[in-house]
C-alpha cells in the first residue's frame, strides 16, 4: 500500500515537473521552439543552425558543422522568429515527417525540433519544398556573421580617385 502511495506521488511530481517545463518554455522569445538542422548541400557544404528558447541563432559551417560544432551566435529579430513558426507550422513539420526525394542524391537534412508539445528527429534526403523555405531563412539570418567584414571594404563610388595608388616603388 505504501509503495502505491510513493508510486502515485512520483508520477504527480513527474506530470508536475513536465507540466511546469512546457509553461516556461512556451515563454520564450520563440514561444517554446528550439531547433537544430544540419544541411548537407549537393556540392557537399556543410552547415548547421541551431534556434534557441532565447531567440538566438547558432551557426557553424564547413568542418565545424560536420563535428556538431557552431562559432557564431546572433538574435533573431522578432519577425524573424514569427516567419520561422509560420514555416515550420505551414510544412507540417510538428505533425508529419517531410517527404524525402534523394535528389540530389548527396543532399542531406538531419533535423532536431523542440516545440512546447512536440520533441521530434528525422532526415530528409534529397532537397525538398518543406525543408527548403527554413534553410533559405536560417541562412540568410546567418549571412549578418559577415557584415563586420563588409563594412570594412571600401564603399563603391563614381567619383574618380583623387590619387592613383602607386603600383612599384620610385
Known amino acids: 500500500m505504501l509503495l502505491l502511495f510513493w508510486i502515485g506521488c512520483a508520477c504527480a511530481l513527474s506530470a508536475a515537473g513536465c507540466a511546469s517545463t512546457t509553461a516556461v518554455r512556451a515563454n520564450t522569445a520563440t514561444g517554446g521552439l528550439e ?3 544540419f544541411v548537407r548541400d549537393q ?3 556543410t552547415a548547421l543552425y541551431q534556434v534557441n528558447p532565447d531567440g538566438s541563432l547558432n551557426f557553424g559551417g564547413g568542418f565545424d558543422a560536420l563535428v556538431d560544432h557552431t562559432t557564431w551566435t546572433g538574435q533573431m529579430t522578432p519577425q524573424e ?3 520561422l513558426r509560420e514555416l515550420i507550422e505551414s510544412h507540417h513539420w510538428l505533425s ?3 517527404v524525402s526525394t534523394k535528389q540530389p542524391p548527396d543532399m542531406l537534412y538531419r533535423v532536431e525540433l523542440r516545440a512546447t508539445e512536440t ?3 528525422f532526415s530528409v ?3 525538398s519544398l518543406d525543408m527548403q523555405p527554413v534553410r533559405e531563412l536560417l541562412a540568410h539570418i546567418s549571412l549578418r ?3 563586420d567584414d563588409l563594412k570594412r571594404l571600401p564603399q563603391p563610388s563614381l567619383q574618380p580617385a583623387t590619387t592613383a595608388p602607386q603600383t612599384r616603388p620610385q
Open 81 to 83: 522568429i514569427q516567419e
Open 119 to 121: 520533441r521530434k528527429h
Open 35 to 37: 531547433l537544430r538542422m
Open 43 to 45: 556540392t557537399g557544404a
Open 96 to 98: 508529419a515527417n517531410p
Open 125 to 127: 534526403k534529397g532537397e
Open 145 to 147: 556573421r559577415l557584415e
